[in-house]
């Protein structure tokens, strides 16, 4: 019944050292969002993509990045981790853009430890 | 831009009492607003939102919510809670027109204690 997935669940990565996360859905939606929700605070919003069309925010580090190889999976790229990108990562779905009429559905998230 | 207030980051409240989850917002545009629960080691599940219409909102497990537009304000509600309600509650907002991702706030602990 899982809708979206996340995997892993837990990932631990060295300073410096490129880590992906990894996201899929089976609900076929066309939208796939990426939060990231440091400790205590609010679930920020990274980027989406729209079918194949990407959305970065403008606020998001270039050293995050993002691949979407079919409509199932949505890859996060960090290219070089720093101590202040431990977090969790939560992954997102929506049938349409419009995220008010539509529901979001979220993965249960990839807590990432950065040593 | 729009921004989410929690005024409270932790709420124990004593199991089959009331509850009132506080959230305020700021946007120069209209918005649609929710509340998301996030249960231990889970992901984020929508208990509710309002699009238009009725002020009143009802959502699942027995929560409803207010949308106060002259005061910027969705708090949510219970008239009796139960253990199984212990979980994280995130209120967020989008703009109407034009975003596509949600604003969130900084989320509040309820607390049920027996």
């Known amino acids: 019944d899982a809708m979206v997935i996340q995997n892993p669940r837990y990932q631990v990565t060295q300073f410096g050292k490129p880590v992906t996360l990894s996201c899929s859905q089976t609900l076929n939606h066309n939208v796939m969002y990426w939060y990231q929700q440091k400790s205590s605070q609010a679930p920020k919003l990274l980027f989406h993509y729209y079918d194949k069309d990407f959305n970065n925010e403008a606020d998001t580090p270039d050293n995050f990045q993002s691949r979407r190889p079919n409509t199932s999976f949505c890859f996060l790229d960090i290219r070089s981790p720093g101590l202040g990108d431990a977090a969790m990562y939560l992954c997102?779905?929506?049938?349409?853009?419009?995220?008010?009429?539509?529901?979001?559905?979220f993965g249960p998230g990839t807590r990432l430890t950065v040593l | 831009a729009q921004s989410v207030t929690q005024l409270d980051s932790q709420v124990p409240v004593f199991e089959e009492a009331p509850v009132e989850l506080r959230c305020n917002y700021s946007s120069s545009v209209s918005v649609y607003l929710f509340w998301y629960v996030q249960y231990p080691n889970q992901g984020l599940q929508l208990l509710l939102k309002?699009?238009?219409?009725?002020?009143l909102v009802k959502g699942i497990n027995g929560f409803e919510a207010e949308f106060n537009k002259s005061q910027t304000s969705f708090h949510l509600r219970k008239p009796s809670v139960h253990i199984s309600d212990t979980a994280e509650y995130f209120c967020a907002v989008t703009e109407v027109v034009g975003a596509d991702g949600l604003t969130f706030g900084k989320g509040t602990h309820l607390i049920i204690q027996p």
């Open positions: 997102a779905t929506s049938e349409e853009r419009l995220a008010g009429t539509d529901t979001q559905y």
């Open positions: 309002y699009l238009s219409g009725s002020t």
